[in-house]
C-alpha cells in the first residue's frame, strides 16, 4: 500500500523555523524525484524543493533560496524540508509529492499545514 505521509506543519512566529517530514512507503523510493508544493488560500499549488536526480541534486523556488533546505534519509525513506526565516507569505499547505524518474506515476500525501503568524 503506497503512503506519502507529511507531518511537521503548525503555527510559528515570523522569523521562526519547522521542519517538515514526509514519510514514503509502499514504493521504491529511490526510484522517485521527492519534492514539496505548497497552496496557499485563492493561489495555486506551486512547486517548493525538489530532488532533480537520484544523486540528490536539488532545486530550490526562488522565493525560498537560502531560506529552505531539503534532505533525505534513504533507510527511513523519509525526506525533511527545514524551513527558517520563515514569512507570513510562506503560510500555505505543504504537500509532499513523489513522482517517478522514468514513467508517468505520482503520488501526493495528504498535505500538511503552515502557518506564520504573530
Known amino acids: 500500500q503506497v503512503q506519502v505521509v507529511e507531518s511537521g506543519g503548525g503555527l510559528v512566529q515570523p522569523g521562526g523555523s519547522l521542519r517538515l517530514s514526509c514519510e514514503a512507503s509502499?514504493?521504491?523510493?529511490?526510484?522517485?524525484?521527492m519534492s514539496w508544493y505548497r497552496q496557499a488560500p485563492g493561489k495555486e499549488r506551486e512547486l517548493v524543493a525538489m530532488?532533480?536526480?537520484?544523486?540528490?541534486?536539488?532545486n530550490y523556488a526562488d522565493s525560498v533560496k537560502g531560506r529552505f533546505t531539503l534532505s533525505r534519509d534513504r533507510v527511513k525513506n523519509t525526506v525533511y524540508l527545514q524551513m527558517n526565516s520563515l514569512k507570513p507569505d510562506d503560510t500555505a499547505v505543504y504537500y509532499c509529492?513523489?513522482?517517478?524518474?522514468?514513467?508517468?506515476?505520482?503520488?501526493w500525501g495528504q498535505g500538511t499545514q503552515v502557518t506564520v503568524s504573530s
Open positions: 509529492n513523489a513522482k517517478h524518474f522514468y514513467i508517468n506515476i505520482q503520488y
Open positions: 530532488f532533480t536526480d537520484a544523486g540528490g541534486s536539488t
Open positions: 509502499g514504493f521504491t523510493f529511490d526510484s522517485f524525484a
